[in-house]
C-alpha cells in the first residue's frame, strides 16, 4: 500500500437496513460470499488498516450480526438505529461513540463485500486534501444509484438520489458507491442539518456533500472499480458477488503457484490455504477452513471442509473429506471414501469406498475398499484407532470404541467388536464350509420342485 504512514480514522458501517429484496428471514448482511457473510468481508477489508473505533449500525433484533461482527472484529461498537429514516440518519446514531473525535470518519455499508483494503486506505488518505471524499464509479447502466454532479474543476458539488435527478442529472454516469471518508470534526454537524424534503422522505448521507459545498468547504470524488463497489441488494446480485469473489481467489491461488486444470469449476472458501505445487483438477468444492499444502493433488468431485491436508497427499477423485479431518503426508484418499474427524497417517490409504470416522490411523495403514468405522451408537461417538502399517480387509465393519495394533491384519469382512493386539491376525466372520458336489443336487432339487 503506497503510502505507508498511519492515518487515524474510525469506521462506521451501516447494516440496518431491511434487505426487502433478498426475500430473506436472514438480515441481508448475514449472507454469504465465498463462505463468509458480508459484513464479514468488510469488515476484513478494514482490518489491515487498523481503524481507532469500528461502529455498526443495525436494527432491533439482528443479534445475529453483531456475534458474526465481533468474532471478525472484536472490539467493535454496536449501535441500534430503532427506525430506518434513511443512511443519514443511521450515520447520526452512531455520534453517542464518537463524541469528539475529530479525525476521519470512514462511513461503509455492510453490504459492499467486494471492498479491499487497498481502495480503502486510497479513500482515507485523500481526505488529507479534501473535507470529503466519496467513492464514486462509471456505470454503463446508473438507475437506481445516486449520481455524482462535478463543478468545472471536478470538484463534487452535489449527490443527487436517482429518484430526485432530472432528465438532465440522471444521464450522468459517475454514481455514488456510499462509501465516503469524512472530517470527523465536520460530520455530526453536516449531518444535523439534514432535511427530509426529498422523494423518499428519508435523511439522505448523501446531502452532506451540497452543505458542505455551500460552506466552501472541498467535496472529491475517488475513482473506484465498479465491481468493487457492487452493492448486493438481490439474490441476482449475490451470486454475482460470488462470481466476482470466486474469480479474485483463483487468481490468487494461480497467483501463488497452485495449478487449477480449469479455475471456473473449482469452489473457493475466503479462508482456503493453498501451498505450492499443489494440483487442483475440475469440479472441486472447499468449505471453510482447508490448508493444503505443497505438492497435494485433489482430484475431480472432491469435496472438501475444515481439514489439513499435507504435503503430497492424493484425495479424490470424489472423496469428502468432513471437518476435524487430517491427511498425512504422501496418504491416499480415493473415490467415495469420506473422512470425519479423523486423523490419517503419513503414507496411509483409503483408497475406496469407505466411511472412516473418529478415527485415527497410523503411518503406512491400509484401509481395504468397503471399509466402516461403526462411530455411532445411536447415543454418542466412539473413537476407532488403527495402529501403524495395520491392514484392514475390505468390507470389514470395525465397531467404535475399538483399537487395531500396529501391523495387525483384519481378515476381509470382519465385524471387528474387540481390541486386536498388535501384529495379531483377526478373523471375524462366520467360517467358510464347503460342500463337495452339493451344487449339481441343490438345482436339481429346484428343477424338481
Ligand atoms: C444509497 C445512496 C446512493 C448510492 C447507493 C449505492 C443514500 C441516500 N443513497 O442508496 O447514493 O448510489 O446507496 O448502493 O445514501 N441503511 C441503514 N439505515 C437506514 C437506511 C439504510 O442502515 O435507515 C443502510 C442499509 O442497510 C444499506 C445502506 O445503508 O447497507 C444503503 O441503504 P439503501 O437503502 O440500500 O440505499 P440506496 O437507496 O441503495
Ligand atoms: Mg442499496
Known amino acids: 500500500m503506497g503510502n505507508t504512514h498511519k492515518h487515524n480514522f474510525a469506521a462506521i458501517i451501516l447494516a440496518a437496513g431491511k434487505g426487502t429484496r433478498m426475500r430473506s428471514a436472514l438480515p441481508k448482511v448475514l449472507h454469504r460470499v465465498a463462505g463468509q457473510p458480508m459484513i464479514a468481508h468488510v469488515l476484513a477489508a478494514l482490518s489491515p ?61 455492510g453490504d459492499i463485500p467486494l471492498i479491499t483494503p487497498h481502495t480503502l486506505h486510497h479513500l482515507i488518505h485523500a481526505t488529507e486534501s479534501a473535507d470529503i471524499v466519496v467513492l464514486g464509479m462509471h456505470l454503463a447502466n446508473p438507475a437506481g444509484y445516486g449520481r455524482l454532479v462535478l463543478d468545472g474543476n471536478g470538484q463534487l458539488e452535489e ?50 456533500v451540497s452543505l458542505a459545498d455551500a460552506d466552501g468547504l472541498h467535496c472529491h470524488v475517488a475513482a473506484a472499480d465498479a465491481t468493487e463497489v457492487m452493492g448486493i441488494n438481490s439474490r441476482d446480485q449475490l451470486a454475482q458477488a460470488e462470481y466476482f469473489m470466486q474469480q479474485r481467489l483463483r487468481s490468487a491461488a494461480l497467483e501463488q503457484g497452485a495449478t487449477l486444470i480449469d479455475p471456473m469449476t473449482v469452489y473457493f472458501h475466503v479462508d482456503t490455504q493453498l501451498g505450492q505445487d499443489v494440483t487442483i483438477y475440475p469440479q472441486v468444492v472447499f468449505g471453510p477452513g482447508v490448508t493444503v499444502e505443497e505438492g497435494a493433488e485433489i482430484r475431480s468431485f472432491s469435496h472438501i471442509e475444515g481439514a489439513h491436508i499435507h504435503k503430497n497427499a492424493v484425495i479424490g477423485p470424489f472423496a469428502r473429506i468432513r471437518p476435524g479431518s487430517i491427511v498425512g503426508e504422501g496418504a491416499h484418499v480415493g473415490n467415495f471414501v469420506e473422512l470425519k474427524k479423523t486423523d490419517l497417517g503419513k503414507g496411509a490409504k483409503a483408497n475406496h469406498l469407505s466411511y472412516v470416522g473418529d478415527a485415527t490411523v497410523g503411518e503406512g495403514a491400509n484401509i481395504g475398499a468397503g471399509t466402516i ?40 469382512g ?18 467358510q464350509i464347503n460342500k463337495p458336489g452339493k451344487a449339481s443336487e441343490f438345482r436339481q432339487r429346484k428343477k424338481s420342485s
Not at 465516503?180 to 427530509?196: C, D, E
Not at 465385524?415 to 462366520?430: E, F, G, K, N, S
Open 49 to 109: 488498516l487498523a481503524p481507532e473505533k469500528t461502529i455498526v449500525v443495525t436494527a432491533p433484533g439482528m443479534k445475529a450480526v453483531e456475534e458474526e461482527a465481533l468474532r471478525k472484529a472484536k472490539n467493535c461498537r454496536f449501535v441500534i438505529q430503532e427506525e430506518q429514516k434513511g443512511t443519514g440518519h443511521a450515520v447520526a446514531c452512531a455520534q453517542k461513540e464518537l463524541v469528539d473525535y475529530h479525525d476521519t470518519v470512514l462511513v461503509l455499508y
Open 414 to 431: 470382519s465385524v471387528v467388536t474387540q481390541d486386536v493386539d498388535a501384529d495379531a491376525l483377526a478373523i471375524a466372520r462366520p467360517q
Open 373 to 412: 468405522t461403526c462411530n455411532y451408537d445411536g447415543k454418542a461417538k466412539h473413537q476407532t484407532v488403527i495402529g501403524a502399517g495395520a491392514f484392514i480387509g475390505s468390507n470389514s465393519s470395525l465397531v467404535a470404541p475399538v483399537t487395531i495394533g500396529d501391523g495387525a491384519i483384519i481378515g476381509a
Open 159 to 208: 449527490i443527487v438520489e436517482d429518484r430526485d435527478a432530472n432528465a438532465e442529472q440522471r444521464k450522468i454516469t459517475l454514481c455514488n458507491s456510499g462509501i465516503m471518508a469524512v472530517r470527523g470534526k465536520l460530520l455530526f454537524p453536516l449531518l444535523s442539518r439534514l432535511t427530509t424534503t426529498n422523494a423518499a422522505g428519508e435523511y439522505y448521507l448523501t446531502d452532506i
